[in-house]
């Protein structure tokens, strides 16, 4: 089994930043892509930002030049920064990788428990 444990969420102003975390941890035999998806409440949850083993990044458009997806594969852990936030960005926030544990044989997708993001106006 993979575990994810997010943090860095909070409430903050328009205009504001925020910094998540997420670590993966386990029995792991190796990770691929990762990323974050949000959530607001009536809405369906939607990709923010990926990130592959190799470094390749998407963005959703509404993010671009604000948000930003960093991997350090070493600690099993994603980062996103997010700049110039609007209250429109405020969502559960969760994240999302696809992996494999030694105990299995195929990757697997997993989920954090989320973390909330609120931007006041």
């Known amino acids: 089994q993979v575990q994810l444990v997010e943090s860095g969420g909070g409430l903050v102003q328009a205009g504001g930043s925020l910094r998540l975390s997420c670590t993966a941890s386990?029995?792991?035999?190796?990770?691929?892509?990762m990323g974050w998806y949000r959530q607001a409440p009536g809405k369906q949850r939607e990709l923010v930002a990926d990130i592959s083993s190799g470094g390749i990044i998407n963005y959703v458009e509404s993010v671009k030049g604000r948000f930003t997806i960093s991997r350090d594969n070493a600690k099993n852990t994603i980062y996103l920064q997010m700049n110039s936030l609007k209250p429109e960005d405020t969502a559960n926030y969760y994240c999302n990788a696809e992996a494999m544990s030694l105990y299995d044989s195929r990757n697997r997708n997993y989920w954090g428990q989320g973390t909330q993001v609120t931007v006041s106006s």
């Open positions: 386990g029995i792991i035999r190796r990770i691929n892509d």
